[in-house]
């Protein structure tokens, strides 16, 4: 089933957060608990069997600066942005390579579309171009984001055409 995060699934949502993303790559817990209580509709997870094990969240915005630490503290998040910035997409390390990603992933970009956002922003590791373009997002650029100290790629879905 996927469904709005909630205040109930923070830990959880915390520990494959921490699992998926090494270092500083990964939101803290009080980041995650900010999120979901200021962009429920912007968080989605995966539950199998009643166990939460993806997750992705974001936020909304009409001025996008993929470089802008400050916004994945939510900071110049306007829930009536037309534009949807992708902070994270993780699964749980036992539940990886089922497809699970892929499939909240998809939910996520129906879910933005119903919401008439325009488009949907996100950065990411070299290896997961390829992944995020099955989904119909476009490479944009190196991102000039220095996130936990890694090289970042852009990648934008028009949600008018893409997907």
Same mark, same amino acid.
């Given at each position: 089933m996927i469904r709005e995060a909630s205040l109930n699934d923070? #830990? %959880?949502?915390?520990?494959?957060?921490?699992? *998926?993303?090494a270092g500083d790559?990964?939101?803290?817990? +009080? /980041?995650i608990e900010k999120r979901i209580l200021t962009y429920p509709e912007g968080f989605l997870?995966?539950?199998l069997d009643d166990e939460v094990v993806a997750l992705v969240n974001a936020g909304a915005t009409d001025k996008v600066e993929m470089? #802008?630490?400050?916004? /994945?503290?939510?900071?110049?998040? #306007?829930? *009536?942005?037309?534009?949807?910035v992708i902070m994270s997409v993780a699964v749980a390390p036992a539940h990886q390579g089922k497809g699970y990603?892929?499939?909240?992933?998809?939910?996520f970009i129906d879910r933005m579309r119903t919401m008439d956002k325009r488009e949907i922003?996100?950065?990411?590791? %070299?290896?997961?171009? #390829?992944?995020?373009?099955k989904y119909g997002f476009e490479y944009?650029?190196?991102?000039?984001s220095e996130h $936990? $100290?890694?090289?970042?790629? +852009?990648?934008?879905?028009?949600?008018?055409?893409? $997907?």
């Open positions: 923070l #830990d %959880t949502c915390y520990q494959i957060e921490t699992s *998926a993303y790559e990964a939101a803290t817990r +009080e /980041k997870v995966l539950e470089s #802008d630490e400050a916004f /994945k503290e939510l900071i110049g998040h #306007d829930p *009536a942005g037309r534009h949807i990603a892929g499939r909240l992933l998809s939910a922003h996100l950065i990411c590791q %070299t290896e997961l171009i #390829d992944f995020y373009a944009r650029c190196v991102s000039d $936990g $100290g890694l090289n970042w790629h +852009e990648m934008t879905l028009n949600l008018s055409t893409g $997907g």
